[in-house]
């Protein structure tokens, strides 16, 4: 197993050559290359730009496993989801250039899932966005994983594959080798499910990428394994249970955002520390 972690909010403070440099230095073996953020997929960017990216990350020792594309995916207003698609198969192309093989595609959760008849219509609107993206998957030769959300309305609420029935549903229902699942570990636990639970129903030919962070059981906090309340001990077992054949990403992406940026290298090599100790945990 693999260690990676998210250029998500660390880039954004140290820009992404000196944020290459610091992850290679703490250890890690790749890279999820985040375009979450506009100043990524707002910008025009070339394929020579991404392509040069990913030789100064080989130079470095680290290459790309995987990337984050825009989100949400979906708006009330047509339009702004018509040009939110344009970006995500933008995203998958520039993933592409820099050698990614998954990219994270959130689903569609512009409805209140929690109201009446809405997880239906969603799962039917979800079927058609995700089929619109297969040419793109085959011409870039990348694979779309589906990742597990929630929602807020007044508190932490289930919403599009947050269930584990349901999250199979919408892979099985692709029925194409272009989609696979990321599970986000937090967002599981933050609407009640286990993640280890979550875990065996997926299993290892659905199961691909994940999203590796704590929460507080109230807020998505995106912070480091053992700073919230999910049992990691059970999680690395279930993995290993499975013969899970994915790396261990982090998107633990808040955990430094209040430490200066001159001791976000110190910190980059503690959270490095603490996914070896995890990928020890798993392979025991």
Not at 191 to 219: M, S, W
Request: charged share 25%; proline share 3%.
């Amino acid at each position: 197993m693999r260690l990676s972690t998210s250029t998500r909010d660390i880039a954004s403070r140290l820009g992404l050559e000196k944020t290459i440099e610091i992850l290679a230095a703490a250890g890690y073996d790749c890279i999820d290359f985040s375009q979450c953020d506009e100043s990524i997929y707002g910008a025009d960017l070339s394929k020579e730009y991404f392509t040069e990216l990913r030789k100064y990350a080989e130079d470095k020792g680290v290459t790309f496993n995987q990337s984050h594309a825009p989100f949400a995916s979906s708006f009330k207003d047509e339009e702004k989801t018509k040009k939110r698609f344009a970006e995500i198969t933008e995203a998958i192309k520039r993933a592409s250039y820099l050698g990614v093989k998954n990219i994270v595609v959130h689903p569609c959760q512009h409805l209140t899932y929690a109201e009446e008849g809405n997880p239906e219509l969603l799962f039917e609107y979800n079927m058609e966005f995700y089929r619109r993206l297969v040419p793109y998957c085959e011409e870039y030769d990348i694979r779309v994983a589906v990742e597990n959300m929630w929602q807020r309305t007044g508190m932490i609420n289930h919403s599009t594959c947050s269930r584990p029935a349901e999250f199979v549903r919408y892979v099985d229902g692709l029925n194409n080798d272009c989609f696979v699942a990321c599970l986000d570990i937090g967002h599981a636990a933050l609407v009640r499910e286990d993640p280890a639970d979550f875990i065996k129903v997926l299993g290892n030919k659905r199961l691909q990428c994940l999203h590796v962070h704590d929460v507080d059981g109230t807020n998505d906090s995106h912070t480091l394994p053992y700073y919230g309340t999910v049992e990691w001990e059970k999680v690395m077992k279930a993995l290993a249970d499975i013969d899970y054949k994915g790396d261990l990403t982090f998107e633990a992406t808040s955990f430094l955002n209040d430490v200066p940026a001159s001791l976000c290298a110190d910190g980059e090599r503690f959270m490095a520390s603490v996914g070896r100790q995890l990928i020890d945990m798993f392979n025991k």
